[in-house]
């Protein structure tokens, strides 16, 4: 089972950048589709961005389109978040996970790692 730990969430202000990333343990990374989930406080947990398990194919929430965009290196079995254009409402516990089903409708599964916070000021 993939074991997964994000890192790289901080205090940012709005219109600034941040690159997440998700280390992943367990030689069957490269076999997954990952995707990074968040979830706001008082919200239910949003997808936001995946990728497929080579890093061909890659999906968006329109919410983040156009600002976020997600990576793998698998050969250092990591996921990586590049947000832009920040705003408050990106303020959230972000996740990694891996995910089945189609890029259109990716479906998480398998443990979720403790999450990294960030947090967007006006």
């Known amino acids: 089972q993939v074991q997964l730990v994000e890192s790289g969430g901080r205090l940012v202000q709005a219109g600034g950048s941040l690159r997440l990333s998700c280390a992943a343990s367990?030689?069957?990374?490269?076999?997954?589709?990952m995707g990074w989930f968040r979830q706001a406080p008082g919200k239910e947990r949003e997808f936001a961005a995946v990728?497929?398990?080579?890093?061909?194919?890659?999906s968006y929430a329109d919410s983040v389109k156009g600002r976020f965009t997600i990576s793998r290196d698998n050969a250092k079995n990591t996921v990586y978040l590049q947000m832009n254009s920040l705003k408050p409402d990106d303020t959230a516990v972000y996740y990694c996970?891996?995910?089945?089903?189609?890029?259109?409708?990716?479906?998480?599964?398998?443990?979720w790692g403790q999450g990294t916070q960030v947090t967007v000021s006006s």
């Open positions: 996970v891996a995910v089945k089903g189609s890029i259109a409708t990716p479906v998480p599964f398998g443990s």
């Open positions: 367990g030689r069957t990374f490269s076999s997954y589709a």
């Open positions: 990728i497929s398990a080579r890093g061909g194919s890659t």
